[in-house]
């Protein structure tokens, strides 16, 4: 069983920062590509940052240069170091990872369960 455990929201004033950590757990989990999407209230889920597991990234337009991504494979957990924070920034980040199980001829989508990020103007 895959779980992802988030960490790290809160309150913030604009201009100010936050890290956000997501570990997954899962004796036999490879990680593919790891990462965090966001949901304000009346939009639609949208992507803020994914690192893949060489490393590359990519950011949603939004965020960049703002945001940065990074990645513990040893400890299959992901950071996300969000800077100069807007109130726009406001919503729920739900960390996301594609990866697979033991034997590894499946890959599938976990999601965490969601940790809020309030930045207040």
């Known amino acids: 069983q895959v779980q992802l455990v988030e960490s790290g929201g809160g309150l913030v004033q604009a201009g100010g920062s936050l890290r956000l950590s997501c570990t997954a757990s899962g004796s036999t989990f490879a990680i593919n590509t790891i990462g965090w999407y966001r949901q304000a209230p009346g939009n639609q889920r949208e992507l803020v940052a994914t690192i893949a597991a060489r490393g590359g990234t990519n950011y949603g337009h939004s965020v960049k240069g703002r945001f940065t991504i990074s990645r513990d494979n040893a400890n299959n957990t992901v950071y996300l170091q969000m800077n100069s924070l807007k109130s726009e920034d406001t919503a729920i980040y739900y960390c996301?990872?594609?990866?697979?199980?033991?034997?590894?001829?499946?890959?599938?989508?976990?999601w965490g369960q969601g940790t809020q990020v309030t930045v207040s103007s």
């Open positions: 996301n990872a594609y990866g697979s199980s033991w034997p590894h001829v499946r890959f599938d989508d976990y």
